[in-house]
C-alpha cells in the first residue's frame, strides 16, 4: 500500500519519481527518457539536457585547433590548448558533460601544431640568420 499521493490526497500514489524518489499519482509524473518525474524533478531534468547541449567548449577549442592548423596557429593553438584543457577539467568534474573527444582532439592537435609552428619560427630565424 503505497498511500496517498502528497498533491491528491484523494488518489493512491503509484508512480514513484526517478529523481526525488518520492512516490506520486499519475497525474503528477511525466516521463521522460525512460524514467518517471514529479514536475519539480522533470523541471531540473530538462534544465541539465539544456546545459547539455549548451556546453560548447571543446567544440569550440576543437574549431581553434583547427582553424590554426591554417593559419595563426602561434596565436591559435595555444588559445585551444588552454580551451581544452578548461573543458576536460570541467568534464572530469560533471562526466555527464558531452565532448571529451574533441577537448582532447583540441588538446592533442594544439600541442601538435604548436610545436610545429614554434619549430617553424625557429628554422625561419635559422634562415635568416645564415642568410646575414
Ligand atoms: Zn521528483
Ligand atoms: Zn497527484
Redesign the pocket.
Known sequence: MAGP????PG?E?THQCAGCRRV??????VEMGGFIYCGFCKNRAVRDAQTMVEYKLPGEALTYAIVGIFCCGIILEPIAIIKGMRALGEIKANPQLPGHGKAVAAVTIGVILLVVNVIAVIVRIGLVSQMR
Do not use: E
Not at 499521493?5 to 491528491?8: D, Q, Y
Open positions: 499521493c502528497p498533491n491528491h488518489l500514489a506520486f499519482c499519475v497525474n503528477c509524473v
